[in-house]
């Protein structure tokens, strides 16, 4: 896209630039939350980053977006920064991530990810490229903070809308990772475990002063169910932007291994995108 994010912005592309971190309990359908709501961006005429940041989940994404499995995944992005060797936590070691030969941190100049970022490390169709940070692929491999450390610092120039699908639990707040992150949308399933950690979550945005902290009910079965969960979200219902129903053929999309581009009700979430607009134009861009 040529379009500058200001007049993006001015035209109710509230989210154009701004970056996204999908998070909750393990199971509750974070990666297929992350691709649909790339599917809904594009469909809502944004350039879309998706980043693979769940470093346990063997396919995910690819699936979901290509249809593909490990064979397809491109290459690891720590490597473009020098790999483990090179990359550290951010809990031993808080420095910024910066270029290979370059000490400028990555936040003061931002990664031209079409000029920049080789083609091995990226699959794209149309307006969507997809990246992954890396997997814990070998037994005794380590800590996975340095792959951490590039969702962290991995910022893109221009206009792309950056959705970050991250592992599951709240280890990530505990490293700070959310702190360079403008949104952070939570999805839960119809469980207590997910209301907790939603609650958790907040209390950790609010402590990093996070404003743009939403959540998205998934697998809802029922008008009953929805009630029930928004009853124990209590104070935090108002952060709830949508509900998506239980859908018995994105399950089975699921098991054929099919991607979500061959899912043809996307438009049933719609009503999410627009609401995620609604609220961020609202709030604003953090500082």
Known sequence: MNTTTASLSE?????????????GKGGSGKSTISALLAAMLLRRNYEVLVIDGDVSNPEGLIRLLFGTGVEGEPEPLVEFFGGLDVVTCPV????????????VPLAEKKIDVEEEIPPQFIRQRGRMRFLQVGKISTYGQ??????????????ASGDAVSIIDMKAGVEHFGRGIPHSLDIVLGVLDYTLESVSIARRMAEFCHQAGIENYWLILNKIG?????????DKLGDLHHRVIGPIHFDQ?????GLTGASLEAYRSVEEFEHIAEQLEDRVSGIGRRK
């Open 11 to 23: 035209k109710g592309h509230s989210l154009a630039g701004m970056r996204i971190l999908v998070c």
């Open 249 to 253: 053929n994105l399950i089975k999309l």
């Open 142 to 155: 380590g800590c996975d903070g340095p792959l951490e450390k590039v969702v962290r610092d991995f910022i």
């Open 222 to 230: 029922s008008d009953e169910i929805e009630s029930m969960i928004l």
């Open 92 to 103: 031993d070691d808080p420095s910024p991530l910066t270029r290979v030969g370059d000490s």
